[in-house]
């Protein structure tokens, strides 16, 4: 094919069936044929590399030169940016085309997509229920032949999550493999962006175009970039898995518990050992992560304040006003709610009561996952503790925030990890997790490529 035959394929694609699923908010056809004739001429000059030519879905909370990005909010419902995120450039460089931005809970706070300013995505695999979220358009657009890849972001599990919901492969990498320059900020210490398409090999060519240490971003790594596609076949015997005792618990769908169980067993099959290790302080992570996150994003959402940026009210009668009504008519309910959360645990007063406090825990988190891999290689356990549930099913805030408690932890830690398709339940798709150590990628990948 060449790459025009591709795209056209696509996007026609995209025509005929996201009037339901609803996964992009902007589909740009003339620059992705644009692109897509620049690529073929590329290759016809023999300048191709792995992913010249491909098409790719974009989490609309990247920054992208010349196009609308809305972070899924009424807030940015009219922010055409004017620079591409650093993963956005490199990904353009690689030869990739652009479809268009995806759909996802607004500024990323989410985990079924149900809180977008655009309308829920529908899972692809049965339209009555939800595909997790916050990257819940970019899921559902790879799980519905839409694009062969997307990007995501990941602050709590917003790829992971999605991507075992919609039955796809979805990449989480260490905090600081890849830039956040240029990704709309929700919680700074705990964002970041991966891949997400159907394979791990697919994956792994993608982080090998995203990942490296950025000028523009202080907290990238400086750490060179592996080729994340060497390893992928190198055999697993002697792989030794732990399987936390927590993620295994009360809450747990059996028939989620059954699948990644089953998962297990054909590992072993491949030669790893397993054994139940623990993660003592999993149990804190999402009161932990509901101070962190809302603290940050408080922060970081500060700069929406109806002049500089997006969305800006009618006649306000002075500054304060203009404010108030700005603000309060561009977000919605949850970003709302954990700006109030945010704000409260920073004020004086309060901030080493519930800030400092969480930090701390933050760090037990962390050495409980750095102790398991003193063990073992890699962790496994479900993504989720349960499939997708049905849209409007999950009406309070809180049992929604206890559907992280398995991907959570990760990010406190600020290690990788990745979920990779683990079977069905009915038709909902299951996802098996996969941890390891901080920069294990490639382990990561080799462990979920023998399994495809
Ligand atoms: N569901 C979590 C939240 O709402 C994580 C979202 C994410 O990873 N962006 O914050």
Redesign the pocket.
């Known amino acids: 094919f060449t790459s025009r035959e591709l795209t056209e394929h696509q996007l026609a694609r995209i025509e005929r069936l996201d009037g339901e699923i609803n996964s992009f908010i902007t589909v740009t056809p003339e620059q992705a044929l644009t692109a897509a004739d620049a690529a073929d001429d590329a290759r016809t000059k023999g300048q191709a590399g792995p992913l010249t030519g491909l098409p790719l879905a974009i989490k609309d909370l990247f920054c992208t030169e010349g196009v609308l990005t809305t972070a899924g909010s009424k807030m940015l419902g009219n922010f055409v940016s004017p620079y591409d995120a650093t993963v956005v450039e490199k990904l353009k460089a690689a030869g990739m085309v652009s479809l268009g931005k995806t759909n996802m809970d607004e500024f ?4 079924s997509n149900e809180n977008s300013a655009f309308g829920p995505v529908k899972n692809p695999w049965e339209v009555g229920a939800v595909p997790g ?2 990257s819940g358009g970019s899921a559902a657009a790879v799980a519905a032949g839409l694009a062969p890849a997307a990007l995501g ?6 790829i992971r999550q999605p991507a075992a919901f919609c039955g796809i492969t979805g990449l989480k990498p260490t905090y600081g493999r890849v830039s956040r320059y240029g990704i709309i900020a ?1 919680a700074s210490s705990l964002d970041q962006a991966g891949p997400m398409a159907r394979t791990a090999r697919d994956c792994a060519l993608l982080l090998n175009a995203i990942a490296g240490p950025d000028s523009h971003d202080s907290t990238s790594v400086a750490r060179g970039v592996p080729d994340y596609t060497e390893e992928l076949d190198a055999p697993l015997a002697g792989l030794k898995i732990g399987l936390p005792r927590e993620y295994f618990g009360d809450g747990l769908d059996p028939q989620v518990d059954a699948a990644v169980r089953e998962a297990v067993k054909v590992y072993e099959s491949l030669g790893a050992s397993v054994r139940e290790v623990s993660l003592p302080h999993t149990h804190y992570a999402i009161p932990a992560y509901y101070v962190i ?1 809302p603290a940050e994003a408080s922060s970081n959402l500060s700069r929406y304040d109806g002049v500089r940026f997006g969305h800006r009210c009618q006649a306000p009668a002075d500054l304060m006003d203009l404010y108030k009504r700005s603000r309060a008519e561009g977000f919605g309910e949850e970003v709302q709610r954990r700006i109030l959360i945010g704000t409260h645990t920073l004020s004086e007063g309060f901030f080493d009561a519930y800030y400092t406090k969480a930090q701390q825990v933050r760090r037990l988190i962390r050495q409980d996952f750095l102790d398991a891999f003193e063990e073992v290689d890699v962790l496994m356990g479900p993504a989720s503790p349960t499939p997708a549930f049905d849209l409007g099913a999950n009406k309070d805030p809180v049992s929604m925030y206890l559907q ?1 408690i398995y991907t959570i932890a990760v990010n406190l830690a600020g290690i990788p990890g990745i979920s990779v398709p683990a079977g069905f339940v009915g038709k909902r798709p299951v996802g098996l997790q996969i941890l390891g150590t901080h920069f294990a990628e490639t382990r990561l990948l080799n462990v979920a490529h023998q399994f495809q």
């Open positions: 990323a706070m989410g985990s979220g916050s972001t990941d602050t709590g599990g917003s929700y996150a992280d």
